[in-house]
């Protein structure tokens, strides 16, 4: 059984505390040692992508002091245990099981007398037949004509993970032929977003799939009936267009007004889910049940590589390590994720749900005060829009915001033009380079607010192209280097209890039942 301490009770991490150094990204990148720095500090990770540390402060002698305190820190063993069944998400009592979703890692986990393996299986298996057959016009509307796009309705976990991977995909499939159906998403109880996505789409040829693990989040139960009466307003039967994933305890699993239910469990978080049912029902739908194998292919091969207890070939432990190291040592707060590819568009939005509702903890794993900084804020958009967006304040600034670069060598959709003797995709690719190396080593000017000081740390994630194997492993990357780095804080990065006081009072404000301030706010609100 590992041993779950505090990160500051760890004479690793002790060792850290008193370690003097300060690498000097500058010097640590310049001239040909520069060079090959950057040759050396590079881990292949699964879907043929690899993560390159070059430009992170750490050196020799860090990564030693790093590795030590992995291995303190029992890192791998409570990997173990967490995917053997152990019960690691110790707020709500459950089992941390997404992994299961994509492969089997150790041993049968067996809970509430099942094969969790085979339980997550046999829904793909279901949602990828109910696929085929939508696909093949053997499931219909009421006039027996095909569905042509899917909508999922669902929040948080259950629209971020889904509509980020759709998103990376999409111009993947079409380039390769693959998209089945076109997929859109409802998330915000505002109306205007619903409104905004049914008056762009035709309702009679539209499959709505209802996505809430607990079966009782308000903005989506809202949406649904929102669509509901959007639908029976066009003369169509709700129950003809409407299928569910929720966790067979939630009271929609109950409800017989859909033509499927799809299941997942409450041993996968919703920030989790992704490659549960909650992804799989639109995905599969979407680009067809055979890319999102291919998807969970690719989590499942990054997995077995974050299995890996030797901390320098192990890419998310690695990460996980150097960002505790820039968080807990060097200070830096937040951390920003700059994907150089269009097709990552939402994937920092689906990060920040991912990172922040894992570990924006103040108290650890048994529910005491911890005295040291835990999960950063996380940001990021696509570049080269970032560039011209918040860099200024990247380079200039007087936060050092360590910075994790994702880049492709191709597009997605082969299409390119050569303009300027360079084509997109090379104009993409030198930004990403030229922004490392600004970002690092700066440069000195007479003129002080021409100066750039360098020394700003980042990484990056380099593949061929963003492909349902790449895309799988990525994610899985940044969903085990945020586990391991709760791991580090002795966090239960698995609950989100601070999620709960704003939905009690928004209750509150509905049923008017409030005074003071909150009175005054609603009122102000116009509620
Ligand atoms: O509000 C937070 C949260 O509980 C997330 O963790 C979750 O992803 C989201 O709400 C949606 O929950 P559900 O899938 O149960 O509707």
Same mark, same amino acid.
């Given at each position: 059984?590992?041993?779950?301490?505090?990160?500051?009770?760890?004479?690793?991490?002790?060792?850290?505390?008193?370690?003097?150094?300060?690498?000097?990204?500058?010097?640590?990148?310049?001239?040909?040692?520069?060079?090959?720095?950057?040759?050396?500090?590079?881990?292949?990770?699964?879907?043929?992508?690899?993560?390159?540390?070059?430009?992170?402060? *750490?050196?020799?002698?860090?990564?030693?002091?790093?590795?030590?305190?992995?291995? #303190?820190?029992?890192?791998?063993?409570?990997?173990? #245990?967490?995917?053997?069944?152990?019960?690691?998400n110790?707020?709500e009592k459950r089992l941390?099981l997404h992994?299961l979703t994509?492969?089997?890692?150790?041993?049968?986990?067996i809970a509430e007398g099942v094969d969790k393996?085979a339980f997550y299986v046999e829904q793909q298996e279901r949602i990828a037949a109910f696929a085929?057959r939508v696909?093949?016009? #053997?499931v219909?509307n009421a006039?027996?004509?095909?569905f042509?796009?899917v909508v999922q309705i669902g929040i948080g976990g259950s629209d971020?993970?889904p509509?980020?991977?759709?998103?990376?995909?999409?111009?993947?499939?079409?380039?390769?032929?693959?998209?089945?159906?076109?997929?859109?998403?409802i998330s915000?109880v505002?109306?205007?977003?619903a409104?905004?996505?049914?008056?762009?789409?035709?309702?009679?040829?539209s499959l709505f799939i209802l996505v809430s693990k607990s079966g009782t989040t308000l903005e989506t139960l809202t949406n649904e009936a929102f669509v509901k009466d959007a639908l029976v307003?066009? =003369?169509l039967n709700p129950a003809d267009h409407m299928v569910a994933v929720t966790s067979q305890t939630s009271p929609l699993a109950q409800n017989s007004g859909y033509l499927a239910a799809f299941f997942m469990d409450d041993h996968i978080g919703g920030r989790y889910s992704?490659?549960s049912a909650v992804g799989g029902a639109v995905?599969s739908l979407?680009?067809?049940?055979?890319?999102?194998?291919?998807?969970?292919?690719?989590?499942?091969?990054?997995?077995?590589?974050?299995?890996?207890?030797?901390? $320098? #070939?192990?890419?998310?432990?690695?990460?996980?390590?150097?960002?505790?190291?820039?968080?807990?040592?060097?200070?830096?707060?937040?951390?920003?994720?700059?994907?150089?590819?269009?097709?990552?568009?939402?994937?920092?939005?689906?990060?920040?749900?991912?990172?922040?509702?894992? +570990?924006?903890?103040?108290?650890?794993?048994?529910?005491?005060?911890?005295?040291?900084?835990?999960?950063?804020?996380?940001?990021?958009?696509?570049?080269?829009?970032?560039?011209?967006?918040?860099?200024?304040?990247?380079?200039?600034?007087?936060?050092?915001?360590?910075?994790?670069? *994702?880049?492709?060598?191709?597009?997605? %959709?082969?299409?390119?033009?050569?303009?300027?003797?360079?084509?997109?995709?090379?104009? $993409?690719?030198?930004?990403?380079?030229?922004?490392?190396?600004?970002?690092?080593?700066?440069?000195?000017?007479?003129?002080?607010?021409?100066?750039?000081? =360098?020394?700003?740390?980042?990484? /990056?994630? /380099?593949?061929?192209?963003?492909?349902?194997?790449?895309?799988?492993?990525?994610? %899985?990357?940044?969903?085990?280097? /945020?586990?391991?780095?709760?791991?580090?804080? +002795?966090?239960? %990065?698995?609950d989100q209890?601070?999620v709960q006081?704003?939905k009690v009072?928004?209750k509150?404000?509905l049923?008017?039942?409030?005074?003071?301030?909150?009175?005054?706010?609603?009122?102000? $609100?116009?509620?």
């Open positions: 059984m590992a041993d779950w301490k505090n990160l500051d009770q760890l004479d690793s991490y002790k060792a850290l505390v008193e370690d003097p150094t300060r690498v000097d990204l500058r010097s640590a990148l310049a001239g040909e040692p520069g060079g090959q720095r950057v040759r050396d500090y590079s881990v292949p990770m699964a879907g043929g992508l690899s993560f390159n540390y070059a430009a992170r402060q *750490v050196d020799d002698g860090i990564l030693q002091k790093l590795d030590a305190l992995a291995k #303190e820190s029992q890192l791998a063993e409570k990997f173990a #245990e967490l995917y053997n069944g152990a019960m690691v110790t707020g941390v992994h994509r492969g089997q890692l150790g041993d049968p986990v393996r085929k696909h093949a016009g #053997e219909t006039a027996g004509e095909p042509t796009t971020l993970g509509r980020a991977v759709y998103l990376a995909l999409e111009n993947w499939a079409r380039a390769e032929g693959e998209l089945k159906m076109e997929a859109r998403f915000n505002d109306p205007d977003d409104v905004g996505v049914l008056s762009t789409i035709d309702v009679a040829h307003k066009a =003369g992704s490659t995905l979407a680009f067809g049940p055979e890319v999102f194998a291919a998807f969970l292919d690719g989590a499942a091969a990054m997995d077995k590589l974050s299995a890996t207890a030797e901390p $320098l #070939e192990n890419p998310a432990m690695l990460d996980a390590l150097i960002g505790v190291y820039e968080r807990n040592i060097l200070g830096y707060e937040c951390t920003a994720v700059l994907p150089y590819s269009q097709a990552l568009s939402r994937f920092p939005a689906h990060l920040q749900q991912a990172d922040m509702e894992s +570990n924006g903890k103040s108290v650890n794993r048994f529910g005491e005060p911890v005295d040291y900084v835990t999960g950063p804020v996380l940001f990021g958009e696509p570049g080269t829009n970032g560039q011209h967006s918040f860099y200024q304040l990247l380079h200039q600034g007087k936060n050092i915001v360590p910075l994790q670069f *994702v880049g492709f060598r191709q597009n997605q %959709s082969g299409t390119d033009v050569l303009i300027e003797g360079s084509s997109s995709q090379q104009k $993409l690719g030198a930004n990403v380079a030229a922004q490392i190396v600004a970002f690092a080593c700066g440069k000195d000017d007479d003129d002080p607010n021409k100066r750039f000081d =360098g020394g700003r740390p980042s990484s /990056i994630i /380099i593949g061929e192209r963003l492909t349902p194997e790449s895309l799988g492993a990525l994610l %899985s990357h940044f969903e085990n280097k /945020i586990m391991f780095q709760g791991f580090l804080w +002795n966090l239960n %990065s698995f209890e601070g006081l704003g009072l928004a509150r404000v049923a008017h039942n409030t005074d003071g301030a909150l009175a005054v706010y609603s009122e102000l $609100l116009g509620i």
